[in-house]
T-cell receptor, first 113, second 113 residues
Framework: ETGVTQSPTHLIKTRGQQVTLRCSSQ?????VSWYQQALGQGPQFIFQ???????GRGNFPPRFSGLQFPNYSSELNVNALELDDSALYLC????????????FGSGTRLTVV | GEDVEQSLFLSVREGDSSVINCTYT??????LYWYKQEPGAGLQLLTY?????DMKQDQRLTVLLNKKDKHLSLRIADTQTGDSAIYFC?????????????FGRGTSLIVHP
């Protein structure tokens, strides 16, 4: 059983640029959630995808968008990057309708300069 | 205020028990979780408890839930240096079948010899 894999592991972007982060979900999982973790903070929910549609969204602006593909992998896109977008972005997968927790990837460390 | 609150630091001696506490505000919480995050890594699910339970034991880990006071604790018996990490408490309601966890800021556990 493969876990959740994220790419790239690290990324440096300039303010105003756009970025795409990728995630492969754990085998057998059909739901993907994205979280932003700023330094010294807990993960903050960005959104969740199920059946290729957004299934819930946290308090993030529309310049944060996502996709889920038929193989349950997912992308997080952030437009017009701001310095405050610098964070660890975590992808987590789960099986819809179960509450027994998420499997997280190791994250992508995004630095905006 | 925060939906999930935890103390930020806990220091224990190797071999002692560690108790990490958490309070939450959402009375509709269905599942409550403990995750562990080591430096540079994603979150690892340690254990979870359903809201109709008051205790769950899993090897060295014991979770206690006081639903009336909305208080959750994680006890680690015989704490080892390898247990040094950040521990996150999280809660999720069963909203439309989606169990989207809300995380606290994390408790940094330091284990010294």
């Amino acid at each position: 059983e493969t876990g959740v894999t994220q790419s790239p592991t690290h990324l440096i972007k300039t303010r105003g640029q756009q970025v795409t982060l990728r995630c492969s979900s754990q085998s057998g999982h059909n739901t993907v959630s994205w979280y932003q973790q700023a330094l010294g903070q807990g993960p903050q929910f960005i959104f969740q995808y199920y059946r290729e549609e957004e299934n819930g969204r946290g308090n993030f602006p529309p310049r944060f968008s996502g996709l889920q593909f038929p193989n349950y992998s997912s992308e997080l896109n952030v437009n017009a990057l701001e310095l405050d977008d610098s964070a660890l972005y975590l992808c987590a997968s789960s099986f819809a309708g179960t509450g027994n927790g998420y499997t997280f990837g190791s994250g992508t460390r995004l630095t905006v300069v | 205020g925060e939906d999930v609150e935890q103390s930020l630091f806990l220091s224990v001696r190797e071999g002692d028990s560690s108790v990490i506490n958490c309070t939450y505000t959402d009375s509709s919480s269905t599942y409550l979780y403990w995750y562990k995050q080591e430096p540079g890594a994603g979150l690892q699910l340690l254990t979870y408890i359903f809201s109709n339970m008051d205790m769950k034991q899993d090897q060295r880990l014991t979770v206690l839930l006081n639903k009336k006071d909305k208080h959750l604790s994680l006890r680690i018996a015989d704490t080892q240096t390898g247990d040094s990490a950040i521990y996150f408490c999280a809660e999720s309601p069963a909203s439309g079948g989606s169990y989207i966890p809300t995380f606290g800021r994390g408790t940094s556990l330091i284990v010294h010899p």
